[in-house]
């Protein structure tokens, strides 16, 4: 909302010393946000009166003119193609210097002295479009200068004295005062600077009705919707522009002069934040009437907009149908029309909530609606009248008032409200006097009164209507009047109950340590909505996957039930850019099923998992080495990160997976995920060009963290253990965990053989086909003595023997 | 002969051999050299033994002085070897001068968390030196924990379908029949405050969701972090201590906050916390459109209305909440200028942040 600051004075006598910083600044601290503050003469340095003396033809040109120009102790030539010039017409010149518009298009240009078709001219006579000044001095005609000669500046005199732009438009942020219904207008907030500052706020004298018995009258059907109406009616009134002084308030603010009559209503709201509409009276059949529509009923809007109407639709009718919709905007048969003589005031209180409905309904809100919607008191409406009736008799002194009716039904009460001192010191950590108190808040219209530890506030009607209703916000009001910088800061007292242990938290964030840190891999996040194509290629269906009522966009409709949709787009957005990399994401999956009350009975939620997914991007050369990629960091998580460990089975293939290279993951007996080579035809579906993709998914709420590190200790070996790699051909079918336990067997703490570890495996020239050489590193020793190498040699050869015993091993030659 | 003369040319001898020996072992090239050396002068046909095999020729009252004039020669010979041997290791060892210390080192392994992340366990650290739990609940929630309970109107325009992502076939009926991706953390604190006993004090991270259109301001996805104390008597100026220590946690350095008149349904009194700009000093510059300050979160004392929805009677307890946006703090402490990004899963992006 903008506001000027000449208005405001109106209503409060602010110091002249007080600069426009310091005032945002105060107002931003003690009230609503100030976005910025612009002295709109900034706008028109440069840009002054001028009056022309004589005109002469261009001597080159048909359609420009020479005009010898008094600019204030100095005449210049100026060339200009106005059609609308004459001698001793005052014109808006443009000097050397100045910031305008051409034809009031394009990006602003600086005024240079220039040369036109040969003759030179100092600056220009200007457009108002080309000032900015077109919606207060609109032209008929294109080619029409503004004609400032109805102003008393003589020559010379800057355009914005001439013109009274010499003022400070302040820009409130709207979001910072959603709340306050009493502050849309200039009066509201001229009562929070004299707060602020401490000085008189001027009143708005009430208006007394004169008109004497009359056959006007005003109905209210719905009594709820519209709790207060006043109808006036007036003759002699006519359409004509209002006087410049209110044209340039209303402009300033940023809405356009329309007419007298509409300009009335405009400046009224801007002043008191409450909307009145002027109907036309010869267009009103019968008397007014505020009821609800008639379900299907028509109204077409002065926007043109044709509405068929709800039930619950607030309107005004007359004796025909629909005139307007109540509180957010007239119709087209009643507006103000170049012949209007008669019209009806309407200022009335409509009930929020209905009026935010229909608004919202008809997608059409309006300056109105919004105020209406923010809850207005109903004793605004006297403010409103007072203020509309002194300017219809200003500004039509021949003006009668032919009818006036006030339908009153309920009004606004003022919220009373006890508040302990004591409870007051306690939440400000601070004392504030009485007399303190009792002056800041009267200032803003609260009553007050002091019986020992209480205060009874009365709370003013535009404070009343939801705004302040508790009594932490009398809390607040005391707060911000005193000044939120002025409390001291107290320091943050505890006691402490024993130190926080949080298992799962820690696991979490060990667990992403680990695999960003430890494992190299980069963590991700991704939207919780997954790409329709992709999902479906990755899930294959979308059974029991939760969906969005309103999409992002019609193809992100599902929300996950695996992040590996997520996943997979994100490798295929990388793989522009990279040939092997690893990612991973943490976040939250959702099913629709398993619906349960987790905290609060009364509600049943779906089925919410806590899962870890990851990505290992490499070349499809590799898909072993990208594999024990994948299971080294899956295999040594629980380790580094203090939990049970997981065990790998084949149970259940993933859909996505390739249909040899899967696991499924398992602890302590449970399946908590998989790990898998993305298939093929999988990648090529989700649209992974060349790259091999692993990827694992595990629910990390079922991970098990150990409650303290786990790590047993040792005592260091006393006696050497000796490394021996041997190297065997197998059969291509025989598995690792097969040698693995064949060599190792129970683990016996005689055998001298104490562990094996897989070195290599090997397919290639030397290896017939249908076998593959592998390499089985033996740690050989004895936990009594040292071992001579003859006993070495023994123990490999009896491990040889063996595995060509029982797995028809071949040693390789 | 006559004894003394026997005994010169012995010393002679020994004084020669010393000679020819410091010669040789000086000269050796390398280890298997100084090996040989080391046998021809002190192996069992060596040079040395040639002498103490001269020594019973010797009258019987000077062998024990020439005895140790031998033995004198050995260690010193001895130790001429040693000290070559070490000085042959070293020069083996020796680096070419042409080494070239400019070449780049080697990267450890690339990977890192998410800058959202760092954020959040930043504030982690933070708040929990400070005593806070943290607490983290579900993405999804019912329309009476994300607006009902804290206070919002029936008719705030956060409840409409243009704010909140509504499930589909979940978007109708009222408070427990509609669900959502949660359009903020708050109903969770209130679920945490039904489930503990008070005082609290706790930080609540997650990623929250809003229909909106995007652009490099507004996304649809992002972190907040609140935090939350309720005790008895706890005042609103305390709360601005525990921010004040927080960001200049979080930033490195004393950092001014300034607390404002703000208004949110779930708290009363209301504030918007600003902090100084950081790149003017407070001086204004564009970051901070001019002002010196920018609006780092929403915060205030608990609205009464939601204390009672978690159980606790607001005569009694009171406290201080703030919501800090992360996505906001990140762009901020690295200058990032397009939000979103975080959601990109660009690693040309995330990777500037290891």
């Not at chain 1, 809100?365 to 409103?384: F, G, I, L, N, P």
């Not at chain 1, 049943?604 to 990629?629: H, M, V, W, Y």
């Not at chain 2, 140790?68 to 041997?85: F, G, S, Y």
């Not at chain 2, 405050?193 to 301001?217: I, L």
Request: charged share 25%.
């Amino acid at each position: 909302m903008k506001l000027s600051l000449s208005w405001i004075k109106d209503y409060v006598d602010l110091p002249s010393t007080l600069d426009t910083k310091q005032l945002s600044y105060d107002l931003t601290m003690r009230t609503v946000e100030v976005e910025g503050a612009e002295n709109l003469a900034d706008r028109f340095e440069n840009i002054i009166v001028g009056k022309i003396l004589s005109i002469a033809q261009h001597p080159n040109a048909d359609k420009l003119r020479i005009c010898t120009t008094d600019i204030g102790g100095e005449t210049k030539e100026i060339v200009c193609g106005g059609i609308n010039l004459y001698e001793g017409m005052k014109v808006c010149v443009s000097k050397p210097g100045a910031i305008v518009k051409w034809h009031g298009e394009g990006e602003p240009v600086v005024i240079k002295n220039a040369k036109l078709r040969g003759v030179e001219s100092y600056g220009m006579i200007c457009a108002s479009v080309e000032v900015g000044l077109v919606d207060l001095f609109p032209a008929k005609e294109e080619a029409e200068v503004m004609d400032l000669s109805a102003f008393d500046a003589p020559a010379g005199t800057p355009i914005a004295d001439a013109l009274d732009l010499n003022d400070i438009i302040l820009e409130i942020d709207n979001k910072s005062m959603t709340n306050r219904p009493d502050l849309w207008g200039h009066y509201g907030i001229a009562r929070e600077l004299a707060a602020i500052y401490g000085l008189p706020l001027k009143k708005i004298e009430n208006y007394v009705p004169t008109c004497a018995e009359n056959d006007f009258t005003v109905e209210i059907t719905d009594t709820k919707g519209c709790p207060r109406y006043i109808g006036v009616r007036m003759d002699g009134v006519s359409v004509k522009p209002a006087p410049y002084a209110m044209q340039n308030r209303i402009w300033k603010v940023g809405m356009r002069p329309i007419n007298a009559l509409v300009d009335i209503t405009n400046y009224v709201m801007l002043a008191t934040g409450q909307p009145t509409h002027a109907f036309d009276c010869d267009n009103i059949s019968g008397h007014i009437n505020v009821r609800r529509a008639a379900e299907g009923e028509k109204l077409e809007l002065l926007n043109g907009k044709n509405l068929s109407l709800k039930s619950d639709d607030l309107v005004i009718t007359d004796a025909e149908g629909p005139v307007a919709l109540a509180g957010v905007m007239g119709g087209a048969k009643d507006s103000i029309l170049p012949k209007t003589e008669k019209v009806i005031l309407e200022v009335a209180n409509f009930e929020s909530r209905g009026i935010r409905k229909t608004a919202l309904r008809y997608d059409n809100r309006t300056e109105a609606s919004s105020r209406y919607e923010k809850a207005v008191d109903t004793q605004r409406v006297d403010q409103a009248l007072a203020l509309s009736m002194k300017l219809f008799s200003e500004l039509y002194p021949e003006m009668k008032v032919t009818g006036f009716c006030d339908r009153k039904y309920s009004e606004t009460q003022r919220c009373e409200l006890d508040v302990s001192l004591d409870w007051l010191e306690r939440r400000l950590g601070k004392r504030i006097s009485n007399e303190d108190i009792k002056r800041q808040m009267t200032s803003l219209g609260f009553d007050t009164e002091f019986t020992g530890d209480n205060m009874h506030v009365v709370v003013p009607t535009w404070r009343s209507t939801g705004d302040v209703s508790i009594k932490a916000d009398i809390m607040e009001e005391v707060a911000r009047l005193y000044g939120y910088e002025n409390f001291e800061p107290t320091s943050i007292t505890t006691t402490f109950e024993g130190a926080i242990n949080q298992l799962d938290k820690d696991l979490v964030r060990r667990i992403k340590e680990y695999l960003s840190i430890r494992c190299g891999m980069q963590e991700v996040f991704t939207y919780p909505w997954m790409e329709t194509p992709t999902a479906e290629a990755v899930l294959g269906g979308f059974d029991g996957v939760l969906a969005l009522a309103t999409p992002p966009s019609p193809e992100e409709k599902y929300i996950r039930s695996s992040l590996l949709p997520n996943i997979c787009d994100a490798v295929v957005k990388n793989e522009r850019y990279y040939t092997d990399f690893a990612i991973y994401e943490e976040a939250q999956v959702f099913a629709d099923r398993n619906y349960v009350s987790k905290y609060d009975a009364s509600e049943l939620l779906p089925e919410q998992r806590r899962c870890i997914a990851g990505a290992f991007a490499g070349s499809s050369n590799d898909i072993t080495g990208l594999f024990r990629k994948a299971k080294g960091v899956i295999e040594n998580m629980s380790r580094y990160t203090h939990m049970t460990g997981f065990e790998f089975r084949k149970e259940e293939k993933p859909v996505w997976a390739d249909d040899t290279v899967w696991l499924n993951v398992f602890v302590d007996g449970k399946k908590i995920g998989d790990m898998a080579l993305l298939a093929r035809k999988t990648a090529m579906a989700v649209g992974v060009r060349n790259l091999a993709v692993m990827l694992f998914e595990l629910d990390t709420d079922e991970m098990n963290p150990f409650t303290s590190r786990t790590n047993g200790f040792e005592h260091l070996k006393e006696y050497p253990v000796v490394e021996y790699d041997v190297s065997l051909l197998f059969d291509s079918a025989v598995k690792w965990e097969t040698i693995y336990t064949t060599v190792v067997g129970k683990k016996n703490p005689d055998s001298l053989v104490k562990e094996a570890a897989f070195v290599d495996e090997y397919h290639g020239k030397q290896v017939p086909a249908g076998k593959k050489s592998v390499t089985v590193k033996l740690y050989i020793g004895a936990d009594d003595r040292t071992l001579k190498s003859e006993e070495i040699e023994k123990c490999a050869d009896s491990v040889i023997r063996k595995l060509e015993k029982v797995l028809g091993a071949e040693m390789r030659r | 002969m006559p004894l003394c003369g026997i005994n010169r040319i012995m010393k002679e001898k020994i004084q020669a051999l010393i000679a020819e020996a410091e010669d040789k072992i000086s000269s050796a090239l390398n280890d298997t050299e100084l090996q040989q050396i080391k046998g021809y002068l002190l192996g069992k046909q060596g040079k040395l033994t040639d002498l103490l095999k001269e020594l019973p020729k010797i009258d019987v009252s000077l062998r024990p002085e020439m005895g140790k004039a031998v033995n004198i020669a050995k260690d010193r010979l001895t130790a001429l070897i040693e000290e070559k041997r070490t000085a042959l290791q070293l020069k083996a060892a020796e680096v070419s001068p042409d080494f070239d210390v400019t070449v780049p080192g080697f990267t450890p392994a690339e990977g890192g968390l998410h800058p959202i992340t760092q954020m959040c366990y930043d504030l982690n650290d933070a708040f929990r030196s400070m005593g806070f739990e943290i607490f983290q609940e579900d993405d999804i929630t019912t329309e009476l924990y994300g607006f009902d309970k804290l206070n919002f109107p029936p008719n705030h325009p956060a409840r409409e379908s243009m704010d909140t992502y509504w499930l589909e076939g979940h978007d109708k009926g009222e408070a427990c029949d509609k669900l959502c991706l949660r359009p903020h953390l708050t109903g969770g604190s209130v679920r945490y405050m039904q489930t503990h006993k008070p005082p609290y004090r706790f930080v609540y991270p997650g990623p929250v969701y809003r229909n909106e259109t995007t652009d490099a301001r507004h996304e649809r996805a992002f972190y907040q972090y609140e935090a939350l104390i309720v005790d008895k008597d706890f005042t609103f100026t305390a709360g601005k201590v525990m921010i004040k220590s927080i960001l200049s946690k979080v930033f490195g350095r004393d950092v001014p906050v300034r607390m404002r008149a703000g208004f949110f349904p779930f708290v009363e009194p209301g504030f918007e916390i600003d902090m100084g700009c950081l790149v003017c000093g407070g001086k204004g510059c564009s970051v901070c459109k001019h002002v010196g300050w920018i609006e780092v979160m929403p915060g205030g004392t608990p609205h009464p209305n939601v204390l009672k929805a978690a159980g606790l009677d607001p005569d009694e307890y009171t406290g201080f909440y703030v919501n800090i946006g992360l996505d906001r703090l990140v762009m901020m402490r690295y200058g990032v200028d397009d939000v979103r990004l975080f959601h990109s899963a660009d690693l040309r992006f995330l990777e500037q942040f290891h």
